[in-house]
């Protein structure tokens, strides 16, 4: 998993399977950068993730509210089709900006 | 319906078996031919019901997970997960989108992934005694594309 961190905007590339087990340290690398770059927009990139079930709405959820609280938005970009169903099934759009 | 091919599994309720249990219900499921498509949803579904055995059957505490696997003529597929653990008060609440008992980053969206992703999906649950969840899938396969 890469992060970026320019102009103010956190990228992070999620890699591989995301699932209950893998998540964790994603969203602990996440959070750590997150809390200490402070950035006005986070992008959550999965172009690199090859499987994900609903820990990946979990995952997006919890970035929500980590980058709400400090102010950040947030946006989803690279779903493949059936990962933006899992995620549209959510209603996480009408919290998050999906590309 | 003539079973034509089955499969049995008994891991432990750890979440490093989640990515285990999917890809050897994939191979088993492979076995018919599927698509691409089909595979990944199976894969999706038993992601779901075994994570729901991890996180929410056994919790902190040690467990087995069983996993049975149908292969019927005409290309159905059952796969039953079942647990020990403790059980679902209320099935009906739990298969509720965003219902959730398990805190912030859980999605609360498991049974229903499951019943997006599976031709036909079942829950028994009895309180202290377990759960099973039975996944049915319709291969069509890649003879029918």
């Known amino acids: ?99 | 319906m003539q079973k034509i091919n089955f499969m049995k599994l008994t891991i432990p309720a750890k979440s490093v078996n989640e990515g285990f249990s999917r890809a050897a219900t994939a191979a088993f499921a492979a076995l018919a031919d599927p698509t691409v498509e089909e595979l990944s949803d199976v894969k999706t579904a038993v992601s779901e019901a075994v994570t729901n055995c991890i996180v929410h059957a056994y919790g902190e505490t040690d467990g087995l997970i069983y996993i049975d696997a149908a292969l019927y003529e005409g290309g159905t597929l059952k796969i039953r997960i079942k647990d020990r653990g403790c059980g679902i008060p209320d099935v009906a609440k739990a298969r509720e989108a965003l219902y959730t008992t398990a805190g912030d980053e859980r999605s609360g969206l498991g049974f229903t992934v499951m019943e997006s992703f599976s031709d036909k999906l079942s829950v028994r649950s009895a309180v202290g005694r377990g759960t099973a969840v039975t996944i049915t899938k319709f291969l069509k396969g890649k003879a029918a594309k």
Request: glycine share 10%; aromatic share 6%.
């Open chain 1, 1 to 99: 998993m890469d992060i970026t961190n320019e102009n103010g905007i956190l990228t992070v590339y999620l890699t591989g399977e995301i699932d209950h087990h893998s998540a964790r340290a994603m969203r602990e690398r996440a959070d750590t950068e997150l809390v200490k770059r402070r950035p006005k927009t986070l992008i959550l990139d999965f172009s690199g993730v090859s499987f994900m079930d609903s820990s990946g709405v979990g995952l997006v959820m919890g970035r929500y509210k980590t980058a709400a609280a400090l102010g950040c938005g947030v946006q989803v970009r690279g779903l493949r089709p059936r990962d933006r169903r899992i995620m549209e099934l959510s209603g996480l759009k009408k919290l998050v900006a999906f590309q």
